[in-house]
């Protein structure tokens, strides 16, 4: 298995422009989160997923943010507008029942 | 409420030296328990994990854990560390169908 894709690696946006992350879980696994880690606030579970269904969208930030699963193998982050509060790296991660959490390599967002 | 802590933000140890990582939580159920380790600019990896049984868990890179009950704790150890073992480390707990709660991670760095 590929492990959890995400794309892409890098994103390099200007204030206000809408950015959207994508992430495949891995093939089976029906449990997927997104996190958001930076050097401050260390690493913040955003929302997860059982079974495509928003479960916890506490870690939200704001409306800015949101976050879909329209199917098991993809899941999207959004951020409209942008800000450069957002830059991070974004990290999305699958699980199947009770395993580990099996994580992306992330996305390094700067927000300029 | 769920939390794990793990103490100590920074740790420097000499090449070869013993390593412990001390990791706390407070969980209101059976916690299943979880060591990840990440490399710079790298996603997360796990380290090892438990589940039930054996509270001594190996897992790889020659890590190994003990679980505490007594304690909560869930603390990581190498009995010779390598120069390769610079990281961020993280403590997560978790249980059936719940998301999993991350600590703060502790920064290790290995001189040679």
């Known amino acids: 298995d590929a492990g959890v894709i995400q794309s892409p690696r890098h994103e390099v946006t200007e204030m206000g422009q809408e950015v959207t992350l994508r992430c495949k879980p891995i093939?089976?696994?029906?449990?997927l989160f997104w996190y958001r880690q930076t050097m401050m606030r260390g690493l913040e579970l955003l929302i997860y997923f059982n079974n495509n269904v928003p479960i916890d969208d506490s870690g939200m930030p704001e409306d800015r943010f949101s976050a879909k699963m329209p199917n098991a193998s993809f899941s999207t982050l959004k951020i409209q507008p942008s800000e450069p509060r957002d830059s991070a790296v974004y990290f999305c991660a699958s699980r199947s029942g009770l395993d580990e959490q099996y994580f992306g390599p992330g996305t390094r967002l700067t927000v300029t | 409420a769920q939390s794990v802590t793990q103490p100590d933000i920074h740790i420097t140890v000499s090449e070869g030296a013993s390593l412990e990582l001390r990791c706390n939580y407070s969980y209101g159920a059976t916690p299943y328990l979880f060591w990840y380790v990440q490399s710079p600019g790298q996603g997360l990896q796990l380290l090892l994990k438990y589940f039930s049984g054996d509270t001594l868990v190996q897992g790889i890179k020659g890590f190994e854990a003990e679980f505490k009950r007594s304690q909560s704790s869930f603390n990581l150890r190498k009995p010779s560390v390598h120069w390769s073992d610079a990281a961020e480390y993280f403590c997560?707990?978790?249980?059936?169908?719940?998301?999993?709660?991350f600590g703060p991670g502790t920064r290790l760095s290995v001189l040679p």
């Open positions: 093939s089976g696994h029906n449990s």
């Open positions: 997560a707990v978790g249980s059936y169908g719940q998301n999993f709660v």
